[in-house]
Nanobody
Framework: QVQLVESGGGLVQAGGSLRLSCAAS????????MGWFRQAPGKEREFVAR????????DYADSVKGRFTISRDNAKNTVYLQMNSLKPEDTAVYYC???????????????WGQGTQVTVSS
């Protein structure tokens, strides 16, 4: 069983930065691929970034590539999302996700955090 708790969301002006954290419980965390997804009002939940168990491989949505960076610290059971050059269209609830089989399809992901709100003002 894995529990995920996000933090670090808030209100920021366009061009600003935020760092999200996802603290995981459970000793198997370090073996799981992890990811970040987001959901804006009236839209479906979408992929933002993912990272493999070791942190050696990452993948990003085209909309955030070059601006966001995902990383993990397995000693601290924590995954991070550094968000720079934020835009109003980045406004959404951001969710941390984990699944031993990978974090690709929203409907297939086993573990989710409760979400943290990110609001970017223009």
């Amino acid at each position: 069983q894995v529990q995920l708790v996000e933090s670090g969301g808030g209100l920021v002006q366009a061009g600003g930065s935020l760092r999200l954290s996802c603290a995981a419980s459970g000793r198997t965390f370090r073996r799981y691929p992890m990811g970040w997804f987001r959901q804006a009002p009236g839209k479906e939940r979408e992929f933002v970034a993912r990272i493999n168990w070791s942190g050696g491989a990452t993948d990003y949505a085209d909309s955030v590539k070059g601006r966001f960076t995902i990383s993990r610290d397995n000693a601290k059971n924590t995954v991070y999302l550094q968000m720079n050059s934020l835009k109003p269209e980045d406004t959404a609830v951001y969710y941390c996700a984990a699944d031993p089989e990978g974090v690709t399809k929203v409907d297939d992901i086993r573990y989710w955090g409760q979400g943290t709100q990110v609001t970017v003002s223009s």
